[in-house]
C-alpha cells in the first residue's frame, strides 16, 4: 500500500539553529500537507501544496513539493523554543480520500 | 466556532469490554474522519464519512470497530470486545470541501487505556 516516509526521526538543534524534515511516498500524491502537534496535543494544520515544485513561506517555515510530486520538506530557519513538537507531513493520492501520514520528526532544542 | 470537540478525553476500560467515543465536528464541516495514534507514530486513518455517508474504511480495521455519523452531525466510534492492542489516542478531525481536499481540524482526543 501507500507509504510516506519522513526522516529525521528526531532532531536535536540549538536555539537558533536551523531544522529540516524530508517526506518521501511511494506513489505520486495529489497534494501533500503538513501539521505541527505540540507535546500532549493534537496536529494543526500548518500548510497544504498542490503544484510539482511549489515552494511556499510562512515567516521562518519554508515549504517545498518535489517537482515529482513525491517528494516534500519543511526547512525551519533559526529556530525558537515555540517551535518545539513534531511535524508531521501527510499526503493524499489520487481519487483517494484517506490522508497518509509519516511517523513525524520531532524537533528538541537542546538546552 | 468551539472547534472540533471528543469525549470522553480519557477513558480506561478492561480488556472484553465495549467503549464508545463521541465526535462532534465543526458545524459546518461535511466531512469528518477518525484516526489511531500510538506514541511516536502519526496518526493512522481508520474511516472518513461525507455528511452521513461512511465512503471509506481502513482495511487495517477489524470488525470490531465501527463508526456512525447519524444525520451527518456528530459521529460515534465503537470498539468491541477491547483488547490491549487497542489503548492509543483516538482523534476526531473535520473539514470542509465537495472534491478537493482540504485542512483538517483535529479534536483533542480520546485516551483509550485498556487494562
Known amino acids: 500500500g501507500q507509504q510516506v516516509m519522513q526522516i529525521p526521526q528526531y532532531q536535536h538543534v540549538q536555539e537558533g539553529e536551523d531544522f529540516t524534515t524530508y517526506c518521501n511516498s511511494s506513489?505520486?500524491?495529489?497534494?501533500i500537507q503538513w501539521y505541527k502537534q505540540r507535546p500532549g496535543g493534537h496536529p494543526v494544520f500548518l500548510i497544504q501544496?498542490?503544484?510539482s515544485g511549489e515552494v511556499k513561506k510562512q515567516k521562518r517555515l519554508t515549504f517545498q513539493f518535489g517537482e515529482a510530486k513525491k517528494n516534500s520538506s519543511l526547512h525551519i530557519t533559526a529556530t525558537q523554543t515555540t517551535d518545539v513538537g513534531t511535524y508531521f507531513c501527510?499526503?493524499?493520492?489520487?481519487?483517494?480520500?484517506?490522508?497518509?501520514w509519516g511517523a513525524g520528526t520531532k524537533l528538541i532544542i537542546k538546552p | 466556532d468551539t472547534g472540533v470537540s471528543q469525549n470522553p478525553r480519557h477513558k480506561i476500560t478492561k480488556r472484553g469490554q465495549n467503549v464508545t467515543f463521541r465526535c462532534d465536528p465543526i458545524?459546518?464541516?461535511?466531512?469528518l474522519y477518525w484516526y489511531r495514534q500510538t506514541l511516536g507514530q502519526g496518526p493512522e486513518f481508520l474511516t472518513y464519512?461525507?455528511?452521513?455517508?461512511?465512503?471509506?474504511k481502513s482495511r487495517l480495521l477489524s470488525d470490531r470497530f465501527s463508526a456512525e455519523r447519524p444525520k451527518g452531525s456528530f459521529s460515534t466510534l465503537e470498539i468491541q470486545r477491547t483488547e490491549q492492542g487497542d489503548s492509543a489516542m483516538y482523534l476526531c478531525?473535520?473539514?470542509f470541501g465537495q472534491g478537493y481536499p482540504y485542512e483538517q481540524y483535529f479534536g483533542p482526543g480520546t485516551r483509550l487505556t485498556v487494562t
Open positions: 478531525a473535520s473539514s
Open positions: 458545524s459546518e464541516h461535511n466531512r
Open positions: 464519512f461525507q455528511n452521513e455517508a461512511q465512503l471509506e
Open positions: 506513489t505520486t500524491l495529489s497534494n
Open positions: 501544496l498542490v503544484k
Open positions: 501527510a499526503g493524499y493520492s489520487f481519487g483517494n480520500y484517506q490522508l497518509i
